[in-house]
DNA sequence: CTAGTATTGGACTAAATCGTCCACTTACGT
DNA sequence: ACGTAAGTGGACGATTTAGTCCAATACTAG
């Protein structure tokens, strides 16, 4: 994991557990106010007051706001891919394709829907004014439709899905659909649209089962 | 068309066609601007300079920021709402929404998937700060998501569709796999995912045609 | 034409916000 | 234990940005 983001020139700077508590306090602080504020609404002093810390911290574990960015954008992606990577892992028919749907639409409820994705909202409100941040994301993204080919290929592999089945194209839709669920579900106050949507690629991708 | 945002306490102020030329010119860059920078990183200043006016000038047509964020919403609304209703309005078979699909992903390839949807960008990055224009995009969702539905109950009505498709639903999963594909495209700098999610919708769309 | 109203230009204020600096404290290696 | 480097607190400066104000100009109605 590059850490060459957080400390000006060299990246061998010596750090003490404490230092890095801090720090990592302050990335946590910043994810959690990015995800229900957005970045740009989000300023240093919402980030120094709600970690606990001071200016001098901020800018002793980081070179500024972009480089806290793309801390956060690290620590949010590593989090979405590892509940994705564990959620799918294990499914090896329709039906725990079902169930990780369920746990998305459930997760997606239990707030109504706000807030959305939290890669979908930095990388709408990011890609346009910082390259780095767009490209870190789109890797996240790339990664997260990996594993949903992966699983896919896997149930045509295992006899569920039919030999013309395409995993690449089924995986691409099946993240846009829950992208696009998203989106819709947050401004709807409600995880629905979600639901639907989800279901909807579910059904699409039920129709190669083999029979 | 309410005007009763633009102006402090009474919405019958006079305008000449001067001042309601000025009002759109701002509107408009606002909106262009928005739509590439993003609403929170775009400063009063940049829409005074794009529109070639002054601070007065923003003052006099608005009553602050938010007030004009709410214009910009407005005639974004209404543009796509206006761009959909026309190109929807004459599909009759499975091909004519083929062709919705096309003009979609053509327009969003000349940009190589840059800036996205208007609106959902617009929604994402506001409808967590502010009440008033959550609702008005979700009104704009909720318009455009029903042309799809009584674009499908068209087709339903005309024996393309069988009687048990949903048009509710199959509406619902259609503009999600939409905005999906916006946001994806908008990361990948490509249009291809946003093909692939319309593909998969219409795919699944065309499993209930009439046999 | 004239009075009143809309419109405009731009200087100005107040507040927010990013970023710097330095004295001070804590921890690590030897 | 002692010197050096990491870590901390918070004041401070510089810049950006939203918003105000008023004098000057264009327009409209009568």
Redesign the pocket.
């Known amino acids: 994991m590059p850490e060459g983001d957080t400390v000006p020139g060299t990246s061998g ?11 990592s306090r302050i990335v946590d602080s910043a994810a959690k106010l990015f995800y229900v504020k957005g970045v740009n ?6 980030v120094r007051l709600a970690s ?10 980081f070179e ?3 480089a806290l960015i793309h801390a956060v954008i690290d620590v949010q992606s590593k989090f979405v891919l590892a509940r994705e990577e564990q959620r799918l892992r294990g499914v090896k028919t329709l039906t725990g394709l079902r169930r990780w749907r369920d746990a998305l639409v459930q997760a997606n409820s239990l707030q109504d829907g706000s807030y959305g994705c939290a890669l979908g909202a930095m990388s709408i409100e990011l890609s346009d004014n910082d390259e780095q941040s767009r490209q870190a994301l789109n890797a996240s993204f790339d990664a997260w439709r990996w594993m949903l080919v992966e699983t896919l290929t896997r149930l045509r592999v295992l006899g569920v899905l039919a030999e013309d089945a395409d995993p690449q194209r089924l995986g691409t839709g099946l993240l846009a659909a829950l992208q696009g669920g998203y989106v819709l579900a947050q401004n709807a106050r409600s995880s629905e649209p979600m639901a639907v949507a989800l279901d909807m690629a579910l059904d699409h991708i039920a129709s190669f089962a083999r029979s």
């Open positions: 700077t010596r750090r003490t557990p404490r230092g890095l508590e801090t720090r609404a989000t300023t240093l002093d919402d606990s810390t001071s200016k001098s911290q901020l800018y002793n574990h500024g706001k972009p």
